[in-house]
């Protein structure tokens, strides 16, 4: 049997690898919805894995954070964050 744990990023860790929702992926990114999300999976940028105990479709946390995206809305978010 699987026993993921969450993490305090929202991620889930399993089997010594961090994963989140497509949803999650989608936050991070700040996308508006998840077809981006999709279109990144259909292009073979980013992987999925389906985890059937789980009933969810997971990402590589790793996948996402190697978008140049990820970068560039991480450090919009770090700027926002020390000005107010």
Known sequence: ???PTTTNTGSIKL???EFVTKSA???ILGY???NSIDSLISK???RVF???ALRRKLIPLSDIQ???RFHSHHNESQKLRKSS
Request: charged share 15%.
């Open 44 to 46: 073979n940028i980013i």
């Open 66 to 68: 190697k978008l140049s």
């Open 50 to 52: 389906a985890v059937p």
């Open 25 to 27: 992926a989608r936050n």
């Open 32 to 34: 508006a919805n998840t």
């Open 15 to 17: 089997f010594g690898r």
């Open 1 to 3: 049997m699987i026993s």
